[in-house]
């Protein structure tokens, strides 16, 4: 199999003098009224992806905070509980603070890899990034409101709003959670990422933070946490996230699928000599990735890399391969991950009308010189 290699991609900076707003100006642009932008290409080569170049997904303008937290942030926590009421950004400093390394993936991440092409956001691979992100476990804040044991899931609502497209009526953005997701003692509260106070592009003063999900179940500028005792049916809950394909029933999107990618070389680079270094990242929400295979001859033949530094519960891996070339010219370079459920990323990703979970093999052409 042969691949032609198109000029590699940079660093592209964004220039948009009409948004006034926050905007990251690191970021690969997609849209700028709401905030859409990628992680560069270059970046995503890093295990911890730094805050300025953490891709950014916004449905709507970014929401006022300029009432925190320094006038302190009131977050209201109504619905099925015995105690409803509310608490603020620095009730929280009386909790035990939890630190850990998450990866968040967009579910469109590699939305433009799918033939027929999907309408949304057409993010390449840069809709997926990693922080440290450190707040409280939702179990131990609302362990005083006391749940009602007959709730069904818990609602979270976004302090940002608008008309989600056209003729659909105004609203906050909301999803919810089944209860035990929510009150799994690793799904958290967060206002640090990467050490820092999370700043309002990523949902600061507050946001959630639900390891293992795909990025639209960790809703930012929290506000309100309501305990349903049936499921939730809003617009981001049962007509967006939803994975739909012809007959098949609709079924919610949820955890990360099985997924691997080779950020260096960077696709359609020329690379000298016979011996070469590959790596790349691999990541399921299902569970800790077991292996991750490479292929230099286009998915003819598979080896296996070597799985290289931190191995944390809900992060991606780093996985390296050396590989020894003996022929110039171009190559297609592939890589597969199996995670420790057993679950293997498939070679063509399953096709779906709104384009997510796209996870299939993702090949890079190198020119060897
Ligand atoms: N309030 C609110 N929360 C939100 C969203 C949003 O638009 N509003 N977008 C979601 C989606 S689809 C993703 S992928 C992640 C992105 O988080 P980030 O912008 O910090 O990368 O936030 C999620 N939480
Ligand atoms: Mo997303």
Not at 137 to 155: M, Q, R, T, Y
Not at 183 to 191: I, K, N, V, W, Y
Not at 307 to 323: A, E, H, I, M, T
Request: net charge negative.
């Amino acid at each position: 199999m042969h691949c032609k290699c198109s000029k590699a991609g940079g660093l592209q900076l964004m220039d948009s003098p009409r948004v006034a707003r926050p905007i990251n100006k690191n970021l690969k642009p997609l849209e700028t009224e709401p905030m859409i932008g990628e992680t560069p290409t270059l970046a995503l080569d890093s295990w911890l992806t730094p805050n300025s170049v953490f891709y950014i997904r916004n449905h709507f303008d970014f929401p006022d905070i300029s009432d925190s937290p320094d006038t302190d942030w009131v977050v209201n926590v109504n619905g099925s509980f015995k105690n409803p009421g509310s608490f603020t950004y620095s009730d929280l400093s009386k909790f035990p603070k939890h630190t850990q390394a998450v990866t968040m993936e967009c579910a469109g991440n590699n939305r433009t890899d799918l033939t027929p092409r999907v309408p949304g956001n057409q993010f390449e691979s840069g809709a997926v990034s990693t922080a440290v992100w450190a707040g409280i476990s939702l179990s131990k804040v609302l362990e005083s409101f006391e749940i009602d044991p007959n709730s069904k899931e818990l609602l979270f609502e976004g302090k940002d709003s608008g008309e989600p497209e056209p003729g659909v009526k105004t609203q906050n953005f909301q999803r919810s959670l089944p209860i035990d997701v929510a009150m799994h003692p690793d799904t958290m509260l967060a206002f640090e990422m990467n050490g820092e106070p999370i700043g309002v592009e990523h949902g600061g003063p507050l946001r959630l933070v639900v390891p293992g999900w795909y990025g639209m179940a960790s809703v930012k500028w929290v506000r309100q946490i309501t305990a349903l005792d049936s499921p939730f049916e809003g617009y981001f809950q049962t007509y967006k996230y939803m994975f739909r394909s012809g007959e098949i029933p609709a079924r919610p999107v949820s955890l990360m699928q099985v997924k691997s990618l080779i950020t260096s070389p960077m696709n359609g680079t020329d690379v000298k000599g016979d011996s070469h270094s590959i790596s790349g990242f691999a990541w399921s929400g299902n569970a800790e990735i077991a292996s991750v295979d490479v292929s230099t001859d286009g998915g003819s033949t598979w080896k296996p890399a070597r799985l290289v530094g931190p191995s944390d519960k809900y992060s991606w891996r780093q996985w390296n391969f050396s590989w020894i070339s003996t022929n110039t010219g171009h190559h297609t370079i592939l890589s597969r991950a199996k995670d420790k459920l057993g679950n293997l990323q498939p070679a063509k990703s399953n096709w779906n009308e709104l384009g997510y979970e796209v996870n299939g093999f993702k090949s890079i052409c190198l020119n060897v010189i």
